[in-house]
């Protein structure tokens, strides 16, 4: 069965960065996209961005452009994405999900808590 | 960015109802509009696709309808495991955006 596992949770001080993984089991890793989305505690959701295992192509949100880094590792078929300069504004539970232009099957998320 | 207005955000129903949620996109988002189910403490799970497709192991209670702007996610009878909250995301466009949720809870 298609699974997502995502490393676990984050403390971080402001200024920092915190790089998650997202390894990824039960089809073919570089047949799908994987995506990156953002939940703030009570908010709603947000897309970051999309990283295509086989080719390395990556589309960021915007306003995540400078903040997010996503890469692969086809080996272990395992996705990572790294954010900088972390502040406040960035604790929250970050998703990653599989799809095919739409996001099938997501990962249990990592919290990440910035915080001194 | 297109926007998506999702409404309620939240409703109370009692089992065996027929409970219907909405999302508005601030423009033609084609048949690009997904739904899904998120339980508390867990990751979400989808739902419907592109309207109105039913995604693998989804019980038939669950549909979707609409297209344009507007659009729908009905739940025919109301099961007690159906309590969550639910969201749409349109993919329309390069860059994604969801609704803002509903919260569902049984009366």
């Known amino acids: 069965q298609v699974q997502l596992q995502q490393s676990g949770a984050e403390l971080v001080k402001p200024g920092s960065s915190v790089k998650m993984s997202c390894k990824a089991s039960?089809?073919?890793?570089?047949?799908?996209?994987i995506y990156w989305i953002k939940q703030r505690p009570g908010q709603g959701l947000e897309w970051i961005g999309r990283i295509g295992p086989g080719s390395g192509d990556t589309n960021y949100n915007e306003k995540f452009k400078g903040k997010a880094t996503f890469t692969v590792d086809k080996s272990s078929s395992t996705a990572y994405m790294q954010l900088s300069s972390l502040t406040p504004e960035d604790t929250a539970v970050y998703y990653c999900a599989r799809g095919r232009g739409i996001p099938d099957y997501w990962g249990q998320g990592v919290m990440v808590t910035v915080s001194s | 960015d297109i926007q998506m207005t999702q409404s309620p955000s939240f409703l109370s129903a009692s089992v065996g109802d027929r409970v219907t949620i909405n999302c508005k996109a601030s423009?033609?988002?084609?048949?690009?509009l997904d739904w899904y189910q998120q339980k508390l403490g867990e990751a979400p799970k989808l739902l419907i696709y592109n309207t109105n497709s039913l995604h693998t192991g989804i019980p038939s209670r669950f549909s979707g309808s609409g297209s344009g702007t507007d659009f729908t996610l009905t739940i025919s009878s109301l099961q007690p495991e159906d309590v969550a909250t639910y969201f749409c995301?349109?993919?329309?466009?390069?860059?994604?955006?969801f609704g803002g949720g509903t919260k569902l809870e049984l009366k």
């Open positions: 039960g089809y073919t890793f570089t047949s799908y996209y």
């Open positions: 423009q033609n988002i084609n048949k690009y």
């Open positions: 995301l349109q993919h329309n466009s390069g860059s994604w955006t």
